[in-house]
């Protein structure tokens, strides 16, 4: 149990001697440093959902998967007719975060043509739900990465329904977790 400073601790139950702390615990200076940056983050984020633990946890791991700071960058997860469009872009002007969006992005279109979703994986802590289908079915599902301005989108496409209503479910678990925007599909997906 921590007691304030000026109470007394008592070293034997017998001696009955009680000694005074004389100076505050040592804490080294990181400790310090490193509380005092995590405070700074947390208000410098809580308009942006900061203070959810769950999101900033989950904007912490987009961070190092996309290499960009996701408080300063924006998604959009659009649902298609044929599919889908992801789309991240942040302040043109700011030519390395452009560029490191761009390489994600390509990099994000290659593993799902693959059939590998480690990365929403990892930035969600869960499988993605879609993309086990998506999975399953990379074979008819097309990616392609095109730039933005600010970024870039990757583009996804099928023919076929089961693929499309997957990507679709993926896109919407995309937009909730993100607090992003995005078109949903109100027609029928391609058969």
Do not use: W
Not at 18 to 47: I, K
Not at 143 to 157: A, M, N, Q, S
Request: glycine share 10%; proline share 6%.
């Amino acid at each position: 149990m921590s007691r304030p400073f000026s109470q007394p601790v008592r070293q034997s139950r017998n001696s009955g001697s009680v000694r005074f702390p004389t100076r505050l615990p040592a804490y080294p200076l990181t400790h310090f440093l490193l509380a005092l940056t995590l405070a700074c983050q947390d208000s410098s984020h809580a308009g942006h959902g900061g203070s959810d633990s769950a999101y900033a946890g989950m904007q912490e791991r987009g961070k190092v998967a996309m290499g960009v700071d996701q408080y300063t960058s924006q998604h959009r997860f659009d649902d298609l007719p044929d599919g889908g469009r992801i789309e991240l872009q942040r302040d043109s002007t700011d030519t390395a975060g452009v560029q490191m969006i761009r390489q994600h992005l390509k990099s994000i279109a290659q593993a799902f043509a693959q059939g590998n979703f480690s990365v929403p994986g990892f930035v969600h802590s869960t499988q993605v739900p879609g993309t086990e289908t998506m999975r399953g079915k990379h074979g008819v599902i097309n990616y392609r990465f095109d730039p933005l301005p600010g970024g870039g989108e990757v583009r996804i496409t099928s023919h076929d329904s089961a693929a499309v209503a997957a990507v679709h479910q993926f896109l919407a678990y995309q937009r909730q977790e993100h607090h992003a925007g995005g078109m949903v599909e109100q027609h029928s997906p391609p058969h």
